[in-house]
Structure formats: structure tokens, C-alpha cells
């Protein structure tokens, strides 16, 4: 019951900005996505996959940023910010190779998106985000997870989280393997206001 209350009230924007800002995923998305942007040059192009009500765009002033997300209720709230450079499209993570087929990105972000698809649909949007980055771009991304060494009780709260696709920290690094190469991996299950495990990472086309 906990369970289908909280998937009911996480369709309304309001609800889903709430939560993020209360268990502090927002502010933990925030430094990784400004820690990614301050380790490179240049960055002009950004796609943010699954980027809910493009509360990132907020973090990045003057790049031309494009978000896609499968939530309209999400992508009206984005809208509605008025923000300038920014192109939100409603749209399935999986399809981003024929939505975005002409274009390349500096960097693109998977924010907390892997866990919630299939296993099969992960290849292919790992496969299709290795097709949309630049020579010299960067997958930067967080995704849910459990590992070694993580306390009990963030091990119960992380089996909580809506996703049915939550990987071992070893079972994403081999799955973001097969398609790119890893600069950066980090697992850890403190930066929420709760006990929380979480893995991020960067990573590149693979020859690059």
C-alpha cells in the first residue's frame, strides 16, 4: 500500500520536486553535475535523459540544453520555469537515438534513470547515448544501487526506491561497460539526508 500511495503522488510534479529536495537527491545531483562541468572546457551541448521537471537546467546558465522525459505532468512543470536555451521533449529514454538523430552532445546526464527500465532497455540506451556524445563527450550519471560494506538500514531504504532495476555497484560498472568506457566510479550510500546507496560515474565513447 506504501508502495502504490507513493507511485500515485510521484506523477504530480509538485510531489516528485518535493521528495527530491527533502531527501536531498537534488542537492547530490547538483555537485555532480557542476563537479562534471568544472572538469571540462567547452561544454555548449547538453542532453539530460529523464530529466523530470528539468530542475538541472536551473544549474547550467548558458549552455543549450535539451531534456527528454516520459512524464508530461514532469515536462509542463519544466516548461513553466521559462528557462532560456532549454528544449524539454516528452519522450521514452529509449527512443533517443531517432528523437535526437542529427545532433551530438558535449555531455549528457542519466540522473536516476537506468534502475527504473529493463534490463535489455539499459543496453540499448547506453548503446544509443555512446551514438549521440561527441568524440570528446561525457556520460555523467547516478543510478541506485548496493554494494559491499553498505550499512543494513540503507540497504533496506535503498530496496524501497520505486525502480525495479537496482544493480550491485559491480553489476553497473559491467553493464556501462559493454557499451563505454569508465573515467569515473564511485559507490557511496551518504550524500542523501538518509542512508542511501547510490553509485555515479563518467564515462566516454569507447577508443577516446
Known amino acids: 500500500m506504501i508502495r502504490l500511495v507513493r507511485d500515485i503522488l510521484l506523477r504530480h510534479a509538485f510531489f516528485y520536486d518535493s521528495l527530491q529536495?527533502?531527501?536531498g537527491s537534488y542537492s547530490y545531483r547538483k555537485k555532480v553535475v557542476l563537479s562534471a562541468l568544472a572538469a571540462r572546457e567547452g561544454v555548449q551541448t547538453v542532453l539530460d535523459i529523464g530529466c523530470g521537471t528539468a530542475e538541472t537546467a536551473t544549474w547550467l546558465p548558458g549552455n543549450k540544453y535539451m531534456g527528454i522525459d516520459i512524464s508530461p505532468a514532469y515536462i509542463k512543470k519544466g516548461r513553466e520555469r521559462g528557462l532560456k536555451e532549454v528544449t524539454l521533449i516528452i519522450g521514452e529514454a529509449q527512443n533517443i537515438d531517432s528523437i535526437f538523430s542529427n545532433q551530438k552532445f558535449d555531455i549528457i546526464f542519466l540522473l536516476g534513470v537506468l534502475h527504473h527500465?529493463?534490463?535489455?532497455?539499459?543496453k540499448t540506451v547506453l548503446a544509443n547515448v555512446s551514438h549521440l556524445l561527441n568524440d570528446y563527450g561525457v556520460l555523467v550519471g547516478i543510478e541506485t544501487a548496493t554494494f559491499d560494506g553498505q550499512s543494513s538500514m540503507s540497504r533496506y531504504l535503498t530496496n524501497l526506491d520505486r525502480g525495479r532495476n537496482i544493480?550491485?555497484?559491480?553489476?553497473?560498472?559491467?553493464?556501462?561497460?559493454?557499451?563505454?568506457?569508465?573515467?569515473?566510479?564511485?559507490?557511496?550510500d551518504s550524500s542523501l539526508t538518509i542512508p542511501f546507496g547510490m553509485v555515479s560515474y563518467s564515462c566516454r565513447k569507447k577508443g577516446t
Open 167 to 188: 544493480l550491485t555497484g559491480s553489476g553497473w560498472a559491467r553493464l556501462l561497460e559493454e557499451e563505454l568506457s569508465i573515467s569515473e566510479f564511485r559507490c557511496d
Open 21 to 23: 529536495y527533502l531527501l
Open 117 to 122: 527500465l529493463p534490463f535489455d532497455d539499459c
